[in-house]
């Protein structure tokens, strides 16, 4: 089974007319180039949504509209006016848990979402199985998978969740080619879209692409482990959130615990909370060598600083006089310990912590000792990752993997 992507852009295209915004405008020279409405035609038959320009958008990727024998909405009913080429078929839309078989072969299910659309299970005569999804749409009530898809196609930009959904019913594994398609100027422009969707799992192609479904592709796997640097405000957290976005289980340890009494920090906290995923569990702990030790869900620690703290303040390391007697040499067993529970577990975890240093020298003894041991359990827990990130301004930039 072929799928061709007439187009992989969000409903209004990607850029959008006279719009200045960044995404727009890179993407004009990006080597995807720029972006039509996504429509899909299926092995030159079944043609899923109806976007301005779809005949010449078929003629420049080498194919024609003159073999569709049926044509299928995906958009909401009062979704974006539809334009039928001539000589195809009237539109229509499966009602949702009912099937279309085509004379050609091809099985058509209908998939309910979670907002206003309908999504496709396309089967081909070889057996091929693909979804595809309309713009911010996740299935709903995803039940355990037979067999994973050999293509899905999904809006991975708003909708990353959905992701997380068909991985934890097994309709996504290993081998599934997951593609990016109603990509508009909400996303980031090229190569950190790129960046960001290979952090997930996913891919982006152009205009004119046409998938094979079974066909091998090199899509880089989600690192095991990943350490999220920055300073205060840079965009660090977020970014640590995002590479785990596309996971349904994510159990989130926060290191901060409660202050009782501080508004300010339960604000803190409670924003935080609130742009987690619902399905996300928290816990409140230091104690992260027995979550590393053993087999579970992802993981997600903010911040290793706070740890360090925690672990400073109970060695005693703020009174110089036990710091120099036993508490440097605690520390750094305590950090040894972390360093090989993060070295030897079997879990996808994303930690995230503060980078510190670069700006004046701490005026006190006990701040330029906090500052050098966050400093060498940086590195301690970088050098023991596949993944590193400093972000800085909210832009990610990659030093290791």
């Given at each position: 089974m072929e799928l061709t992507l007439l187009g992989t852009g969000g409903p209004e295209g990607l850029p959008?007319?006279?719009?200045?915004?960044?995404?727009?405008?890179?993407?004009?020279?990006?080597?995807?180039?720029?972006r039509a409405a996504t429509a899909v035609l299926v092995d030159g038959v079944l043609l899923l949504d109806l976007t301005p320009g779809l005949a010449f958008a078929a003629a420049r990727s080498g194919h024609s509209l003159g073999g569709v024998r049926q044509a299928l909405l995906s958009h909401p009913h009062d979704g974006p006016a539809v334009e039928i080429p001539v000589g195809l078929p009237a539109p229509?839309?499966?009602?949702?848990?009912?099937?279309?078989?085509l004379l050609t072969g091809h099985r058509v299910r209908a998939v309910p979402t979670d907002a206003p659309g309908t999504g496709y299970e396309i089967e081909g005569p070889d057996g091929m199985l693909a979804l595809y999804l309309p713009p911010g749409c996740a299935p709903a009530g995803v039940q355990?998978?037979?067999?994973?898809?050999?293509v899905v196609l999904f809006d991975a930009v708003d909708r990353p969740d959905a992701l997380g959904r068909l991985r934890a019913a097994g309709a996504v594994g290993p081998t599934t080619d997951v593609v990016a398609v109603h990509i508009d100027h909400s996303a980031p422009p090229g190569a950190e879209l790129r960046r960001r969707l290979a952090a997930l799992g996913v891919r982006a192609v152009p205009d004119g692409t046409t998938l094979v479904a079974g066909d091998?592709?090199?899509?880089?796997?989600?690192?095991?482990?990943?350490?999220?640097?920055?300073?205060?405000?840079?965009?660090?957290?977020?970014?640590?959130?995002r590479r785990l976005a596309a996971f349904s289980d994510v159990l989130y340890v926060a290191t901060g615990g409660t202050r009782e009494g501080d508004q300010e920090w339960?604000?803190?906290?409670?924003?935080?909370?609130?742009?987690?995923?619902?399905?996300?569990?928290?816990?409140?702990t230091c104690d992260l060598v027995p979550l590393l030790a053993v087999d579970g869900p992802p993981l997600l620690?903010?911040?290793l600083a706070l740890?360090?703290?925690?672990?400073?303040?109970?060695?005693?390391?703020?009174?110089?006089?036990?710091?120099?007697?036993s508490g440097e040499r605690e520390l750094h067993a305590r950090v040894a310990e972390l360093t090989a529970a993060w070295r030897g577990t079997r879990r996808t975890v994303v930690a995230v912590s503060n980078e510190v240093g670069s700006g004046v020298v701490p005026g006190t003894a006990s701040g330029r000792r906090f500052r050098?041991?966050?400093?060498?359990?940086?590195?301690?827990?970088?050098?023991?990752?596949?993944?590193?990130l400093l972000v800085v301004a909210g832009q990610a930039v990659s030093l290791r993997g």
């Open positions: 959008l007319p006279d719009c200045p915004c960044a995404s727009c405008a890179g993407a004009i020279g990006d080597r995807d180039g720029p229509g839309r499966v009602p949702d848990g009912q099937e279309l078989t355990e998978a037979a067999a994973p898809y050999n091998y592709h090199d899509v880089p796997d989600v690192p095991r482990r990943t350490l999220v640097l920055g300073g205060a405000r840079s965009g660090k957290s977020a970014e640590a959130e339960a604000r803190r906290v409670a924003l935080h909370r609130d742009r987690r995923p619902g399905t996300w569990a928290t816990q409140e620690i903010d911040c740890w360090l703290t925690s672990a400073m303040d109970s060695v005693g390391a703020w009174d110089d006089e036990k710091w120099s007697s050098d041991e966050l400093g060498r359990l940086n590195a301690a827990v970088a050098g023991e990752s596949e993944q590193v």
